[in-house]
């Protein structure tokens, strides 16, 4: 089985037919991708360290992965240490295995320089705003900074939801939300913003909570105005949360934003605990054919290393195919234009549109606000849910996996 890894890799994430269209793509202003801030807050995670396992995969996804004649020249480099006898005759560092050049070492000279990136686990909004303002400051005027946020929208509240698709097939089921939330916070939580009032709901929900369970308070919100001053230099904002939805109605005229949706969305009466698995739309972006068969409720013994291949072939033709549609699309906007020649960002995009095609697909059409990822500014309808060249990848894909009915397509 030929699993690709997180970071980006040139042997699968380069497109051969969609190259020659990435090379002549110029917009008005190209900017370079450099800085990244990568903050995660939630009571409860998967972590090694103080690294989350949602910030662990977006790390991943933001760094090259060395190539085939780097490995080669480190296997010739090996072996010219090696003795007739098979053992180590150049001895650094007391194990006599680790160069005390690791970092050095490991760098691959012919990919370009990896991204920096500020990780921050559980930090308070004071700090997460400061350092934001330092890597603005240090940016470069032809740049653009990378800010990924993943984070509860509301103290107290629980992360972890099951979505129940009962029934056989896609078309005659029901879904429904079980979600762990106390009678308590559902009382005091109103389903509507209420907008007679001098306040309304909007103002004192829409924010992500960076404290404790019971430690909250305004001090410990971060609202979407406290980044709009950061949206005076390009911003590509990436905000995964409960509460996500909150950041579209304030944005500068330089940011894109990628917004996860509000709920994650399962097959099957299976639980899915995100403090143990992740976010699904995190892993969507960073992993897509892991996320689909998680989502269709499909584990890698249940297709042999053939069937898994031929899967990710038909992602990687749907993505090429899509990158040469926005590349060569006169629609779109330049906010996403201007970052598109970065591969990093680009395969980011192109993931989203995947992962907003499958979940419309697969939500029914009444819970789409709630289960359904959202960017702004909008693509291309070309690239949309609903354009024949993304809804037939998903159905190859989708008849591929023999999974096709869990989804909803229109007719194809």
């Known amino acids: 089985m030929n699993v690709r890894p997180l970071r980006y890799c040139n042997l699968f994430d380069s497109y051969p037919s969609s190259v020659p269209y990435v090379a002549r793509f110029h917009a008005k202003k190209m900017l370079k991708f450099r800085d990244a801030l990568l903050a995660s ?44 006898n098979g053992a180590l005759t150049d001895h650094s560092g007391t194990s006599g295995l680790i160069d005390i050049n690791l970092v050095v070492d490991m760098t691959d000279p012919t990919l370009p320089p990896n991204p920096r990136k500020a990780i921050l686990y559980r930090p308070s909004v004071t700090h997460l705003i400061a350092v934001i303002a330092t890597i603005c ?81 305004s001090n410990n919100n971060l609202y979407p105005g406290d980044i709009i001053p950061f949206t005076r230099r390009p911003l590509f904002l990436i905000i995964d949360s409960d509460n996500s939805h909150a950041f579209k109605a304030e944005r500068g005229e330089t ?17 899915f605990d995100t403090t143990q698995n992740g976010s699904q739309f995190t892993f969507f972006l960073t992993a ?7 989502l269709v409720g499909l584990s890698f013994s249940d297709t042999d290393s053939d069937a898994y291949n031929d899967a990710d072939k038909i992602l990687s033709t749907a993505l090429s195919e899509w990158e040469v549609i926005l590349c060569t699309s006169t629609s779109l906007d330049l906010v996403w234009a201007q970052v598109l020649s970065d591969p990093f960002l680009r395969r980011l995009i192109l993931r989203f549109i995947f992962c907003r095609c499958v979940l419309s697909l697969f939500c029914p059409p009444e819970d789409s606000e709630q289960y359904l990822p959202l960017c702004l500014p909008q693509l291309p309808s070309s690239v949309s849910p609903n354009s024949d060249a993304v809804q037939s990848a998903v159905l190859q894909l989708a008849n591929h996996l023999g999974v096709a009915e869990c989804f909803s397509f229109n007719g194809l």
């Not at 209420?194 to 709901?201: D, E, I, L, P, T």
């Not at 897509?288 to 998680?294: K, R, S």
């Open 255 to 271: 940011a894109a934003l990628l917004l996860s949706p509000l709920k994650p969305a399962f097959k099957g009466p299976f639980g």
């Open 41 to 84: 807050y939630h009571r409860n995670e998967v972590k090694f360290a103080e690294l989350t396992l949602d910030t662990y995969r977006m790390l991943q996804c933001l760094e090259w992965e060395p190539s085939g004649s780097f490995y080669q020249k480190r296997q010739v480099e090996l072996n010219e240490k090696l003795n007739e």
């Open 137 to 217: 400051e240090e940016l470069p005027p032809d740049s653009v900074m990378l800010v990924y946020l993943s984070a509860s929208g509301k103290s107290g509240r629980g992360n972890i939801s099951q979505m129940e698709n009962s029934g056989g097939t896609r078309k005659s089921s029901k879904v429904k939300v079980v979600s762990e939330i106390s009678h308590e916070l559902d009382s005091s939580m109103p389903e509507a913003p209420v907008n007679n009032k001098g306040h309304s709901s909007d103002c004192h929900e829409n924010f992500l909570c960076l404290c404790p369970k019971g430690n909250g308070g």
């Open 288 to 294: 897509p054919l892991q996320a689909f068969y998680e």
